[in-house]
């Protein structure tokens, strides 16, 4: 099971992100890839307390759909929404410049992973409450479905 505290796991990932730039394109979905970049941003700031989206979790998202969604090597499917604070144009961060919104990312990716933390995990706006594990588990499979999306 990959995770974002395995070194490998949030190197590759990393790596993935140095594979894009402006002009890869979207395999599905309405994101450009700049858009990406900062939705993925704002779902850590969320992760780590900075964003405070209204939770849109109920019983079946905070069970089933998330056993399914971290235990499963299901890939996740296209088109689910994100709460409005993560989503650009509705509440999300609208893209700047490229290189310095990926700069940020990465620094967001560090700070998501660091041991100790400077900060409490949040609760998750759809899944509720995520373990440590679950977290790292999400993060991963998070940025893999987008850089999937981009071809990366």
């Not at 070194?7 to 894009?20: A, M, N, S, V, Y």
């Not at 109920?58 to 056993?67: A, E, V």
């Not at 998750?124 to 679950?134: A, D, K, Q, S, V």
């Amino acid at each position: 099971m990959k995770l974002l505290t395995n070194p490998e796991d949030k190197q590759e990932i990393l790596r993935r992100l140095g594979t894009i730039g402006p002009s890869s394109q979207r395999r599905w979905g309405k994101m450009t890839v700049a858009e990406m970049i900062c939705h993925l941003s704002d779902a850590l700031l969320v992760a780590v307390g900075e964003k405070h989206p209204k939770s849109v979790s109920n019983w079946f998202s905070r069970t089933g759909m998330k056993w399914i969604a971290l235990r499963t090597s299901m890939k996740w499917p296209h088109g689910v929404q994100t709460v409005s604070e993560c989503m650009v144009g509705a509440g999300g961060t609208l893209p700047a410049e490229m290189e310095r919104d990926l700069r940020q990312l990465r620094s967001l990716i560090d700070r998501f992973t660091r041991q100790p933390r400077d900060f409490e995990l949040q609760l998750h706006p759809i899944f509720g409450p995520l373990t440590e594990e679950e977290w790292m588990r999400w993060g991963y499979l998070h940025m893999d479905h987008h850089l999937r999306q981009f071809g990366a």
